[in-house]
């Protein structure tokens, strides 16, 4: 079946680095796009980034220059590398699938947590 | 594009009609999804183009709307539609989300 999983979440100081990963299976990964969406304690959904099956990116505006979407199709995964960390970047990050019907994103990971402290 | 949910939160009996409202701040046509987040999970699909059920999602969830009015209406509340509702805009990038409507039981 379709999983999306999400690995590297961690406890993480302000101003330093570090990186998430996403793999997939059950489905071809290489025509697929892939987005990171993040939720802060207690909060709401947060878009960060997408990256289309042609490799083209997107990002939120509060994160491009700071976080960069790659993808790996060897090795079916995604990545969002996250620098210059702030305390407001702790949030459970959310890697989900964008369907192939109108742009939904209709598989999500179970998420990993990312504190910043 | 900004969303706007409202209510933000709603509680209502098990049986009830219930309905969710998302308003876009530029018209999106019928690029708008639905989520349905429970308690300690990750957010699950229930609509998207607006008005097609995904596959999988209860019949009593439906959605309608277009252009930058949009809803969500479950016909007949359940105890276990207890969540947090998200709209979500996939006309342009960067991609948003409605802050979220809490629903609970009476």
């Known amino acids: 079946q379709v999983q999306v999983v999400e690995f590297g979440g961690g406890v993480v100081q302000p101003g330093r680095s570090l990186r998430v990963s996403c793999v997939g299976s059950g489905f071809t990964f290489n025509s697929y796009s892939f987005h990171w969406v993040r939720q802060a304690p207690g909060k709401g959904l947060e878009w960060l980034a997408n990256?289309?099956?042609?490799?083209?990116?997107y990002y939120e505006d509060s994160v491009r220059g700071r976080f960069t979407i790659s993808r790996d199709n060897s090795k079916n995964t995604v990545y969002l590398e996250m620098n210059s960390l702030r305390p407001d970047d702790t949030a459970l990050y959310y890697c989900t699938r964008d369907g192939m019907n109108l742009g939904e994103m209709d598989h999500w990971g179970q998420g990993t947590l990312v504190t910043v402290s | 594009i900004q969303l706007t949910q409202s209510p933000s939160s709603l509680s209502a009996s098990v049986g009830d009609r219930v309905t969710i409202t998302c308003r876009a701040s530029q018209p999106i046509s019928h690029y708008l999804a639905w989520y349905q987040q429970k308690p300690g999970q990750a957010p699950n699909l229930l609509i998207y183009?607006?008005?097609t059920v995904q596959s999988g999602v209860p019949s009593r969830f439906s959605g309608s709307g277009s252009g930058t009015e949009f809803t969500l209406t479950i016909s007949s509340l359940q105890p276990e539609d207890s969540a947090t509702f998200y709209c979500?805009?996939?006309?342009?990038?960067?991609?948003?989300f409605g802050g979220g409507t809490k629903v609970e039981i009476k």
């Open positions: 990256i289309s099956d042609d490799w083209k990116t």
């Open positions: 183009a607006a008005s």
């Open positions: 979500h805009q996939v006309k342009s990038y960067p991609r948003t």
